[in-house]
C-alpha cells in the first residue's frame, strides 16, 4: 500500500505517512489502530510501537482464550 493511499485510509496528509515510514515522526498512538485496521492487519500496534505497545495495550500480550468444548467464550 503507498503512503498516499494509507494517509487516505487514516484521514492524513502523504507527508505524514511519510514521515512516519522514514522515522521521522514515530505513529502516535491514537493513530495506531486505524493503521492496522487500514492495512487489514499487515501492519500492527506492534509493529508501530515495538518499544511501548506493552504499557499501552496489556490487552495485546494476553494469550487468546480458546475454548476446549468447541464452543465460543
Not at 494509507?6 to 522514514?22: E, H, N
Amino acid at each position: 500500500m503507498s503512503a498516499a493511499e494509507l494517509a487516505r485510509k487514516v484521514g492524513l496528509a502523504p507527508t505524514v505517512v511519510y514521515q512516519w515510514r522514514a522515522g521521522i515522526r514515530p505513529v502516535p498512538v491514537d493513530r495506531c489502530a486505524a493503521v492496522e485496521r487500514a492495512t487489514d492487519g499487515a501492519v500492527t500496534r506492534k509493529d508501530l510501537r515495538p518499544d511501548d505497545w506493552q504499557e499501552i495495550w496489556p490487552e495485546l500480550a494476553q494469550p487468546p482464550v480458546v475454548s476446549t468444548t468447541g464452543e465460543s467464550p
